[in-house]
């Protein structure tokens, strides 16, 4: 149980385009997802938190119009980063948690996701 | 937020229980500690938590000291899988928020 699934798991774009990262909680239903970037050799940051249904929860430093979270439905969210730029190449990761209390009361991880911007 | 620390790298030898340890002398009365683990380019691996009392599961059992400034992940057998980044992460209180600190390498060798 407690599977979580992102695709793609890896993505090359040119500079100045829009890509789309899914995440999906396969066997449980996700009432908080959290997205987290990565740079190498360094630790997962936490860029932002969200509730089935609600605006994410941005932290301090997250440009909102950057990056698009939607959570749409209890098993699905996405990551939109738009207008792509070299710096934002990074590995992003996002996490599921379900119901309060339930046997998926944890964070669980997706594989992640490699973006390349040229 | 409470910060851990942590070595920045540890060895063990295969089928040795692995200890590594991880000190949060700021953590408030109710604040938990989870313990995961990132397998180089993957998403992290949930392994155990626990608030006071030491816990013990499939994965690996955490001790908490009683003044809770300090725990212990304990990985009784290790084997080669088990050479991973391993981050202790006291969880934000009133909130689901984990912030990871730069972990401990462990490098489990034949």
């Known amino acids: 149980g407690a599977v979580v699934s992102q695709h793609p798991s890896w993505v090359i774009c040119k500079s100045g385009t829009s890509v789309k990262i899914e995440c999906r909680s396969l066997?449980?239903?996700?009432?908080?997802m959290f997205w987290y970037r990565q740079f190498p050799k360094q630790s997962l940051m936490l860029m932002a938190t969200s509730n089935e249904g609600s605006k994410a929860t941005y932290e301090q430093g997250v440009e909102k119009d950057k990056f698009l979270i939607n959570h749409a439905s209890l098993t699905l969210s996405t990551l939109t980063v738009t207008s792509a730029h070299p710096e934002d190449s990074s590995f992003y990761i996002c996490?599921?948690?379900?119901?309060?209390?339930?046997?998926?009361?944890?964070?669980?991880f997706g594989p992640g996701t490699r973006l390349t911007v040229l | 937020d409470a910060k851990t620390t942590q070595p920045t790298s540890m060895d063990c030898a295969e089928g040795r229980a692995a200890n590594l340890p991880c000190n949060h002398s700021t953590i408030s009365g109710n604040e938990y500690v989870y313990w995961y683990r990132q397998i180089h380019s993957q998403g992290p691996q949930y392994i155990i938590h626990?608030?006071?009392n030491n816990e013990t599961n499939e994965m690996a059992s955490l001790i908490i000291t009683e003044d809770r400034k300090s725990s212990t992940l304990i990985l009784p057998h290790a084997t080669l899988r088990d050479t991973a980044v391993y981050y202790c992460?006291?969880?934000?209180?009133?909130?689901?928020?984990?912030?990871f600190g730069t972990g401990t390498r462990l490098q489990v060798f034949p």
């Open positions: 066997d449980f239903q996700a009432t908080t």
């Open positions: 992460i006291v969880r934000v209180f009133n909130t689901d928020k984990l912030i």
């Open positions: 626990g608030l006071k």
């Open positions: 996490s599921a948690k379900g119901l309060a209390g339930g046997p998926y009361n944890e964070q669980f």
